[in-house]
T-cell receptor
Framework: KAGVTQTPRYLIKTRGQQVTLSCSPI?????VSWYQQTPGQGLQFLFE???????NKGNFPGRFSGRQFSNSRSEMNVSTLELGDSALYLC???????????????FGAGTRLSVL | QKEVEQNSGPLSVPEGAIASLNCTYS??????FFWYRQYSGKSPELIMF????GDKEDGRFTAQLNKASQYVSLLIRDSQPSDSATYLC??????????????FGKGTKLSVKP
């Protein structure tokens, strides 16, 4: 069974640009969550999608947005990039069982974004 | 705002020793707890999860939960150099763990010396 796939693996952008990251969850997983990881702040929750709806959102500015498609694939977008957005962006998928996620999240390899 | 605290380390133990990693959490209502391991340059991978007070064992790993004291720990017996990694403690943002969002501690870096 294929794991969580994130593309691209590396990105270099300049300030003010926008970026779109993609995540394909494990087959059958309907919940997709996004996290930002930096050396200073650690792993921080961005948002979670389930059945094409955003269920939860972390404490990030509106420049960070996402969406989920009917096949559970998800994208996140960051507009007007800032230097501080340089980070590893991780996507995780979870299995929904009987209406509840087991919350066992399986992470993709991540996309490393560098903003110059 | 829920918080999860971990000692950043590094924690250094000799090969074959027991490594003890600790985590405290702020919300007394938290019900489930997760330990992830992250090797340098890699993504986190789940080691164990625990819901009930007491101990849960899986191979060389034991998770211990004490809800009254609001701490959860991870013991690694017979530590190996391959266990050298950062260990992340996490709790769900929502009660019941029914939704796919976790609050992570900043992790404890473990170094196992041969």
């Amino acid at each position: 069974k294929a794991g969580v796939t994130q593309t691209p693996r590396y990105l270099i952008k300049t300030r003010g640009q926008q970026v779109t990251l993609s995540c394909s969850p494990i087959s059958g997983h309907r919940s997709v969550s996004w996290y930002q990881q930096t050396p200073g702040q650690g792993l921080q929750f961005l948002f979670e999608y389930f059945s094409e709806t955003q269920r939860n959102k972390g404490n990030f500015p509106g420049r960070f947005s996402g969406r989920q498609f009917s096949n559970s694939r998800s994208e996140m977008n960051v507009s007007t990039l800032e230097l501080g957005d340089s980070a590893l962006y991780l996507c995780a998928s979870s299995l929904i069982f009987r209406g509840e996620a087991k919350n066992i999240q399986y992470f993709g390899a991540g996309t490393r974004l560098s903003v110059l | 705002q829920k918080e999860v605290e971990q000692n950043s380390g590094p924690l250094s133990v000799p090969e074959g020793a027991i490594a003890s990693l600790n985590c405290t959490y702020s919300d007394r209502g938290s019900q489930s707890f997760f330990w992830y391991r992250q090797y340098s340059g890699k993504s986190p991978e789940l080691i164990m999860f625990i819901y009930s007070n007491g101990d849960k064992e899986d191979g060389r790993f034991t998770a211990q939960l004490n809800k009254a004291s609001q701490y959860v720990s991870l013991l690694i017996r017979d530590s190996q150099p391959s266990d050298s990694a950062t260990y992340l403690c996490a709790v769900p943002m929502n009660y019941g763990g029914s939704q796919g969002n976790l609050i992570f501690g900043k992790g404890t870096k473990l170094s196992v010396k041969p």
